[in-house]
């Protein structure tokens, strides 16, 4: 399986600023997404993290609010941007290895609360 | 576009005792690949089973199995001798099995509990 490490775990965040996340992956993979969990809800695709092009966004998420970088095949960082109370969610990377298409590995996730 | 539904949002077993966990998806595919995924307080997502649609069998991971019945579009996941550990929140999940598509879609889940 792969180990994905997300960092920061959790993070209490000002109105208005801005917050990246990281997710590094202990091995090469060949997609990688960013989903967001609301309080008691499921997860939704915020967009897909391509390597060496633009993400690709799902209906109701913009670059301008989630910009989203993936340097290489191990790394992606997701950020927050000019956030509300209503950013205020979990956030969790997801991989998916080369060769074991059939599979998706997640990070322990970003708990954040925006005051 | 595909949903899963998942029609029970709390379910409560006794420890020891067996419960099954109901899903039902819709989609126009054909070759699919369905999910259990299991979240602990601790968030994080843990792949429970997975099951190819073009398999008859339905796949088996210890004390987890699944009931497939592809023709209803349902996707039950039954627990043998529930552990306390076992308590958490379930997702169903489907991804298409076509080329390039990986993200899943994911059911609003199944708050599981553990009696002792």
């Known amino acids: 399986s792969a180990v994905i490490s997300q960092k920061p775990s959790r993070d209490i965040c000002q109105r208005g600023t801005s917050l990246t996340i990281q997710c590094q992956v202990d091995s090469q993979v060949t997609m990688m997404f960013w989903y967001r969990q609301q309080p008691g809800q499921s997860l939704t695709l915020i967009a897909t993290?391509?390597?060496?092009?633009?993400?690709?966004?799902e209906s109701g998420f913009v670059i301008d609010k989630f910009p989203i970088s993936r340097p290489n095949l191990t790394f992606s960082t997701l950020t927050v941007s000019n956030m509300s109370p209503e950013d205020s969610s979990i956030y969790l990377c997801?991989?998916?290895?080369?060769?074991?298409?059939?599979?998706?590995?997640f990070g322990q996730g970003t708990r954040l609360t925006v005051v | 576009a595909q949903t899963v539904t998942q029609s029970q949002p709390e379910m409560s077993v006794q420890e020891a005792e067996t419960v099954t966990l109901s899903c039902t998806y819709d989609?126009?595919?054909?070759?699919?690949?369905l999910f259990w995924y299991k979240q602990p307080p601790s968030r994080q997502m843990i792949l429970v089973i997975r099951q190819e649609a073009y398999k008859q069998q339905n796949a088996t991971e210890n004390r987890f199995s699944v009931n497939f019945q592809k023709a209803a579009k349902s996707f039950s996941l039954k627990i043998s001798d529930s552990q306390l550990g076992d308590a958490a929140m379930y997702f169903c999940a489907y991804r298409y099995s076509g080329a390039g598509s990986y993200q899943l879609t994911f059911g609003k889940g199944t708050k599981l509990s553990v009696i002792p």
């Open positions: 993290a391509n390597q060496g092009s633009e993400a690709t966004y």
């Open positions: 989609t126009s595919e054909s070759d699919y690949y």
């Open positions: 997801s991989a998916t290895p080369r060769g074991r298409n059939t599979e998706a590995f």
